[in-house]
Nanobody, 120 residues
Framework: QVQLQESGPGLVKSSQTLSLTCTVSGGAITTEYYAWSWIRQSPGKGLEWMGAILYDGRTMYIPSLKSRTSISRDTSKNQFSLQLRSVTPDDTAVYYC????????????WGQGTQVTVSS
C-alpha cells in the first residue's frame, strides 16, 4: 500500500517561499513509470495541478506557475518537494501530493493534504 504524507509550514508570509515535502512509503519514487505530483485547492475553487517530478527526475509544470515553482526529490529519503516562490494570499490553499500512474489515468494515491495560509 502506497502512502503519501505532506509536511511543511502552515503559515507563510507574502513574498516568501512556500516549501513542502511529500514523504512516500510503500513504493519507490524511482519506480518506472510513475510521476509524483503537487496539486492544490484554493478556497471555493477546484483542484489545480501544479507540476510533477517523474520517476527519472524530469520535471514538468503548469505554465501559469512555472516561473515560481520548483519540484525536486531526495531519493535516499524517498521524498519529493515543492517550492513556490514569491507567494501572495492567492496561493492560500490545501496542498496535496499524489502519485500519477501515467497513461492518462487519474491519480491513484493521495496524501491527506496540508493547509497553507499566506498572510499579507
Amino acid at each position: 500500500q502506497v502512502q503519501l504524507q505532506e509536511s511543511g509550514p502552515g503559515l507563510v508570509k507574502s513574498s516568501q517561499t512556500l516549501s513542502l515535502t511529500c514523504t512516500v512509503s510503500g513504493g519507490a519514487i524511482t519506480t518506472e513509470y510513475y510521476a509524483w505530483s503537487w496539486i492544490r485547492q484554493s478556497p471555493g475553487k477546484g483542484l489545480e495541478w501544479m507540476g510533477a517530478i517523474l520517476y527519472d527526475g524530469r520535471t514538468m509544470y503548469i505554465p501559469s506557475l512555472k516561473s515560481r515553482t520548483s519540484i525536486s526529490r531526495d531519493t535516499s529519503k524517498n521524498q519529493f518537494s515543492l517550492q513556490l516562490r514569491s507567494v501572495t494570499p492567492d496561493d492560500t490553499a490545501v496542498y496535496y501530493c499524489a502519485r500519477d500512474p501515467g497513461g492518462g489515468a487519474t491519480m491513484d494515491y493521495w496524501g491527506q493534504g496540508t493547509q497553507v495560509t499566506v498572510s499579507s
